[in-house]
């Protein structure tokens, strides 16, 4: 659903700035410091409900403002869909989505889904299992609703399990039958997200090597995890309760699938703990290709690509490949702070072409 146009209101560094956008290649480019950043900010806000630089939304907000302000307006097959984002200083915040207010931030999740490759994603391979199960829930949940729904109830309840856990040795006697009724609700849940996981990790997996022979066929990757512990909720159950004790002890959960271990392979090794900085983001590149391609085929909406300072770190060989991507009449959004050096690197710049747009 490609984005026609922006309205940024004391947002970041904006005072109020508005930029239409062209549904193919579009270039935003000026010095560091000029704003670029922030407009792909804006958009992926209205898109996936969180900025992709911090996890906070009242950072976005313009020092000394009172609030801030997002509208975007999307094509939504022949009309127009319109996504408005409202956030007071104390956190408040008001969802519009053509107009009408809605009850939850995941309610536009995966409206309007976009792809973004940025310097603050490479922590997906260089970063900790937690950073990828971040990743992986974040794309998971704009492919699917019922995933979205069963993470966020998993979550509720591992939050209020841990809160009993945290607070369990302030008690004389810890309530059994409270912690009971917990174990009960997390495996069924808890299940559910595993198995539910496992179906989405593997098409991702499929397509990653779809991906990888397609751009980079000489290169050897894989995504890895280990399989399931328990087969039913029964099962998962029973390993609570004997993870118990330990868990009264650190007052947190340690068991469940908010303990997965997924980890890329470059040459059968691991690409976290051997590979370059330079197969790193070659690595990083593939994912974001591979979830593009699968939000397409499996949603039938065509994602836009969001790329800021794609080719930082990809030497010119690598990023031609790349660049016959962009080429193919998908909507992207790139900020670069020379365009020269996009030309160098296979980006041609052509008048009527590609859209570009200064800034600072």
Excluded at 61 to 86: A, T, Y
Excluded at 200 to 216: Q, T
Aim: glycine letters at 6%.
């Amino acid at each position: 659903m490609p984005i026609k146009e922006i309205e940024l209101v004391s947002f970041r560094n904006h005072a109020h700035y508005t930029q239409t956008f062209t549904p193919s290649v579009n270039v935003l480019w000026g010095p560091n410091g000029a704003g670029k950043t922030s407009i792909l900010e804006g958009i992926h806000l209205l898109s996936i409900g969180r900025s992709f630089k911090t996890p906070r939304t009242r950072d976005l907000l313009r020092k000394g403002d009172p609030f801030f302000q997002v509208r975007g307006r999307f094509e939504d097959r022949g009309s127009d869909m319109e996504v408005q984002w409202n956030q007071m200083e104390n956190g408040t915040k008001r969802i519009l989505l053509n107009g009408k207010a809605v009850a939850r931030t995941r309610d536009i999740v995966g409206k309007n889904p976009v792809v973004v490759l940025s310097p603050e994603e490479e922590i997906i391979v260089r970063g900790s299992p937690a950073d990828r199960r971040k990743y992986f829930n974040r794309v998971f949940s704009v492919l699917s609703s019922s995933y979205l729904d069963t993470l966020s109830t998993y979550q509720r309840i591992l939050r209020q399990r841990n809160a009993f856990l945290a607070g369990a040795g302030d008690r004389t006697e810890p309530g059994k039958s409270e912690l009971d009724a917990w174990d009960h609700s997390l495996s069924r849940v808890g299940m559910s997200l595993w198995r539910e996981r496992q179906i989405w990790l593997d098409k991702f997996a499929a397509e990653l090597d779809r991906s990888r022979s397609r751009f980079f066929p000489e290169a050897s990757l894989s995504c890895t995890s280990l399989p399931v512990p328990v087969n039913s909720p029964e099962a998962y159950q029973e390993q609570l309760i004997s993870n118990r004790n330990r868990d009264l002890l650190l007052g947190r959960t340690t068991f469940g699938p908010h303990r997965d271990q997924i980890e890329f392979e470059w040459f059968g090794e691991s690409l976290r703990e051997f590979g370059s900085q330079g197969q790193q983001k070659l690595v990083l590149t593939l994912l974001k290709i591979t979830e593009f391609e699968l939000i397409r085929t499996e949603t039938e909406k065509t994602p836009t690509f969001l790329l800021d300072d794609l080719f930082a770190k990809l030497d010119f060989d690598r990023s031609r490949r790349i660049v016959a991507l962009l080429n193919s009449g998908i909507q992207t959004i790139i900020t670069t702070t020379d365009l020269m050096d996009m030309e160098h690197h296979g980006l041609e710049i052509k008048p009527g072409e590609i859209n570009t747009v200064k800034l600072g």
